[in-house]
């Protein structure tokens, strides 16, 4: 039964859960615990307040699970959800943050400034504290640029489902995804 | 030279939810289903009450109409007028109470205090444990 439900796709398990099958919902929530929590925890920040973040994001995906549509996919609509509460949260606990690098049409004079990114140095990805490098400097970013980089490379999300999930147009993902690129190269060079 | 970002970001490290999140989640999920219910239960039983209410009056006024025509209160009043005529004639006074005792009336007020009453209860039993619950998700 449970390698059953493993094999359906998210849409179908929502299907399955709104047909009264209980067990769908734990599979599906299963399926996207640690990639929400991960996702969470680049936008904010902080493990301890993801952990809170990431409980009340599934509680708001049962709730409206019902009135889920079934155009979307359920990918982008469950990180939509995580990055709306992620929001809120930094709203209400750093608003610096959203006024410190970015404008409201996206843009960066800071980042504006840096050079196009170059080829990256070999030692660097032969590193062994590469992993540690780079969460240091992705945490350096900003919200917005996290929240591209974890779609992109934690969750494989192309830049269309970005898009959808962070409700942005789609160059401003782009934007925001070389902007990211451009200060992690600065950050690790440094 | 994205490819050598892209291969750069997959070292990034992910972080893991701790242990047990899913289930605090589901917990979560079963607690607040169950909150939904009591809130649902609470708004029948309100309704309830605000319905017997309204069955008071219109019961009231039967039993205030039926008491009047059957003549049970000046029957009932020969109790404190002539008490002895009452015990002489005991059997026939019983009989003469009971014919003239207004059921129709007495049932409705009784049957709407009733259910006002039990609705009431219940609603106050449920504000309790809703109070309970937010009190613990709280702390």
Redesign the interface.
Known sequence: MSSDMNALADEQLVEAYRAGDETS??TL??RY??PV??FI??YVGS?GD??DI??DV??SV??NIKRFDRNRKFKTWIFAIAKNASLNWIKKKKPILFSAFENAQGENVLADTLSD????PDE??ADVD???K??WA?AQLNPNWRAV?SL???NQLTFQEISEALSEPLDTVKSRHRRA?LH??ELLSG | MQERYEQLLVHMDRHGPPAGLLDIIMARIGEERRRRKVVIRSACFGILSVAAVAALVPAWQEFYTEIGQTGFLKFASLLFSDVGAAVVYWKDFAVALAESFPVVGVAAVLASVFVLLFSLRFIVRDINIIIRRSKIARA
């Open positions: 919902l734990r929530f299963e615990v640690g929590y991960n925890c680049r493990d993801a952990e990431t409980q599934f509680v049962w709730k990114p170059a080829p990256l660097l990805l590469l992993a540690r780079l969460s992705v980089l992109r490379y934690d690129l992690l190269k």
